[in-house]
């Protein structure tokens, strides 16, 4: 069976983006990007990503965590408000490349 691998990477800049307009159509909370201190992203033992934030959000929370799946809805959600068709049905994973994170999309041809 033949098999497309698509690899989509986002700058630091697109994905702190991405997490602001995740968090406030799934939290319903605003998120100002010039509130982030730092990103930490991690693949170990999963992917995960905190965001550690300047002032508390108005739940009084100073860090923002996601877990791998978050992180695929994540830029999912970016790209698809960039006007980016993303296919449905393919499996979509999270890997390194290059030294940054990539979402990754696998589709079988047949």
Not at 50 to 55: K, R, V
Request: glycine fraction near 6%.
């Amino acid at each position: 069976m033949g098999r497309e691998y698509r690899s989509i990477v986002l700058s630091e800049n697109e994905f702190e983006a991405a997490v602001t307009l995740y968090y406030e159509q799934t939290k319903g909370t605003l998120v100002d990007p010039n509130n982030i201190k730092a990103l930490k992203l991690t693949d170990q033992p999963e992917f995960a990503c905190a965001i550690d934030l300047i002032e508390p959000l108005l739940s009084g929370k100073t860090q923002i965590n996601l877990a791998a799946a978050d992180i695929v809805e994540v830029m999912q959600r970016f790209i698809r408000s960039k006007g980016h068709p993303l296919p449905r049905r393919g499996r979509k994973s999270l890997a390194w490349m290059n030294g940054q994170l990539s979402l990754l999309i696998e589709l079988d041809w047949f």
